[in-house]
Antibody, heavy 117, light 110 residues
Framework: QVQLVQSGPEVKSPGASMKVSCQTSGYSFTGYHIHWVRQAPGQGLEWVGWIRTDNGATKFSQTFDGRVSMTRDTSIATAYLELNSLRSDDTAIYYC??????????WGQGTLVSVSS | QSALAQPASVSGSPGQSVTISCTGISSDVGGYTYVSWYQQHPDKAPKLIIYDVSSRPSGVSGRFSGSKSANTASLTISGLQTEDEAEYFCSSFRARGPYVFGTGTRVTVL
């Protein structure tokens, strides 16, 4: 079955770090880039960045000012999103998604990350 | 990074057509054919319904269609149905971005 399955919800304190995983199955992992998108409560979608699953190259939104990193483990077909120095406005659902030509056709179920003191 | 501009809400009666606009600039919507649209029901992940301005993924109803003119892309839902009630987001490739989403439009079926 072609799917993306993300890790469970996280609760973090301000200044901490988060790491969300996105395990893929049912297709060739290195054949498609993985994008990360977040959605704050009641808000719209915000593009976080992408990782090329074949060579690990990354591109991030300037919004995150060096706080973000993305990695992947091809042996287990899994991508990871890390965000450091968490703030309350990082509270959001974080989605991983697969890029096909022109669009994100497959999405994970989302991971809620709550940042609160 | 400013989002693409969409109307906050549109509404229509069952069977009618509604159109959602998505306005950007020449370095995103106006400069590329990588415009896509997503449908999101409450507490669900987004679903791709249009890519490359006007292409539909397999399985997406033909009632959804996309187009683009200059810096504005549009999504039209024809024959509106109750299950079309959702939030809709556009997205575009953007130079120096490289991706940006729209502000989102709530579609209400009256």
């Amino acid at each position: 079955q072609v799917q993306l399955v993300q890790s469970g919800p996280e609760v973090k304190s301000p200044g901490a770090s988060m790491k969300v995983s996105c395990q893929t199955s049912g297709y060739s992992f290195t054949g498609y880039h993985i994008h990360w998108v977040r959605q704050a409560p009641g808000q719209g979608l915000e593009w976080v960045g992408w990782i090329r699953t074949d060579n690990g190259a990354t591109k991030f939104s300037q919004t995150f000012d060096g706080r973000v990193s993305m990695t992947r483990d091809t042996s287990i077909a899994t991508a990871y999103l890390e965000l450091n120095s968490l703030r309350s406005d990082d509270t959001a659902i974080y989605y991983c998604s697969r890029l096909v030509v022109g669009g994100l056709d497959l999405w994970g179920q989302g991971t809620l990350v709550s940042v609160s003191s | 990074q400013s989002a693409l501009a969409q109307p906050a809400s549109v509404s229509g009666s069952p069977g009618q057509s509604v159109t959602i606009s998505c306005t950007g600039i020449s370095s995103d919507v106006g400069g590329y054919t990588y415009v896509s649209w997503y449908q999101q029901h409450p507490d669900k992940a987004p679903k791709l319904i249009i890519y490359d301005v006007s292409s539909r993924p397999s399985g997406v109803s033909g009632r959804f269609s996309g187009s683009k003119s200059a810096n504005t892309a549009s999504l039209t839902i024809s024959g509106l149905q109750t299950e079309d009630e959702a939030e809709y987001f556009c997205s575009s490739f953007r130079a120096r971005g490289p991706y940006v989403f729209g502000t989102g439009t709530r579609v209400t079926v009256l």
